[in-house]
């Protein structure tokens, strides 16, 4: 194992992982289940949500069909996807992190080290998760609480939240999809760099 590669690990497990799976009771295999369940709620899961609310945020909003009718009972979806999508895609990034380091903890590779600083910089990034909740968090906060309020049918101004649902929905879906793009993207440089 090469320098790079040790470095390159060390970096890898700096993430700070988001959800509680870490028990000490469990064994290594046990504990990559609960990972890989983790990544398909947070990532896939979320992805299909957000996908959902968009279409009928969309619809809803061009006055297409009967969507106005289905949107006045669509606070739970809405609710669902905003609840998970605040930690997503955070599980996704542990397991191609996890995957990567048992993809090259034996290999002797020679590699650019600029490569290590930006997947040092990206998991910098990803490990400020409050910048990123501060980001959309407004927005987000004032949707969630709109389809709270909607879900016990308290909210007079579900139909006027619309295009603030649409854009916060929108917003989150290219934000974890651009994520986990990048991160693919610094994992695979360095098969490219040889």
């Known amino acids: ?5 040790k470095e ?5 497990r700096e993430f700070k992982p988001v959800y509680f799976y870490h028990c000490k009771e469990l064994s290594p295999k ?3 289940k609960r990972l890989k369940r983790a990544a398909l709620l947070d990532y896939r899961l979320v992805s299909v949500l957000l996908l959902v609310v968009i279409f009928a945020s969309a619809m809803t909003l061009f006055e297409v069909g009967s969507f106005s009718e289905m949107w006045e009972k669509g606070g739970l979806l809405v609710l669902m ?6 930690r997503a895609p955070f ?3 542990e397991l191609m992190l996890q995957s990567h380091i048992y993809k090259i903890e034996n290999l002797d590779l020679e590699f650019d080290p600029t490569l290590n600083l930006e997947l040092k910089k990206l998991l910098e990034h990803f490990n400020k ?3 990123i909740l501060y980001l959309v968090g407004l927005p ?3 949707v969630f609480i709109g389809s709270l309020l909607q879900i016990f049918d308290v909210n007079p101004y579900w139909n006027q939240i619309t295009p603030l649902v649409l854009a916060v929905s929108v917003y ?3 934000r974890i999809n651009n994520d986990v793009r990048r991160l693919k993207r610094i994992l695979n440089n360095i098969w490219d760099s040889n």
């Not at 194992?1 to 590669?5: D, K, S």
């Not at 996807?81 to 605040?86: G, V």
């Open 1 to 5: 194992m090469t320098h790079r590669i």
């Open 8 to 12: 390159r690990i060390e970096i890898a």
């Open 30 to 32: 046990e504990r990559d």
């Open 81 to 86: 996807a905003m609840a998970l999508s605040f």
């Open 91 to 93: 599980s996704n990034v």
């Open 129 to 131: 998760r409050k910048e």
């Open 140 to 142: 987000a906060i004032v």
């Open 172 to 174: 989150l879906l290219v």
